[in-house]
């Protein structure tokens, strides 16, 4: 599959069958993570695999009330908590090099995509989720004072396709040399 067909094509699926994902399948997967840019490169991603049932279900109880992904946390075979060691990127010498400060939530949404990408190229499906209570899944998960969750990610099979979401078209988003105030309209 080449690159512009897997970012057009994949989709957040929040429906999984039970077919396991083969360990060697996760471990390609990781592999996308590894390979992500990072600011100065500092790969500041650390990534906890949650295959126990009680284990997932603990980090359900964490999700945003009502939040569409908690069924697809409980059906897929491997969740995974994109977690990022604070502190390092956009640092130099322990100083924010600039005044976005941490880096770690842009670097952890490329190495997000990444994996995600991976796993749609694989036939597998993916959700980013960021509304939960990351304090307590930080708990859960054992995680160090300098590491904290960022996203939660299952994966497995889709159930079912997922949908085709409606894109701004570019005009209403590109500008060049300037920005230009235009007048926009809803994409949906």
Sequence with gaps: MDTMTCIKNRRSVRRFTEQEVPDEILEELLEAVRWAPSWHNTQCWEV????????????I??????????RGVRQAPVVLVFCARIGISGYIKGNPLTVKGDWSMF???IAGQNFCLAAHARGLGTVHIGAFNHKQVDRILGLP???????IIPLGYPAHPGLK??????QQ????????????SDPG
Excluded at 145 to 151: A, F, G, L, R, Y
């Design 145 to 151: 004072e300098e590491v904290e969750s960022v996203e």
């Design 165 to 170: 979401p409606t894109r701004k078209e570019k």
């Design 173 to 184: 988003f590109v500008h060049y040399e300037k920005y230009a105030v235009s007048t926009r």
């Design 48 to 59: 906890v695999v949650v295959r126990d049932k009680d284990n997932k279900e603990a980090i």
């Design 61 to 70: 109880e964490q999700l945003s009330p009502g939040n569409p992904s908690a």
């Design 107 to 109: 670097d952890m949404g």
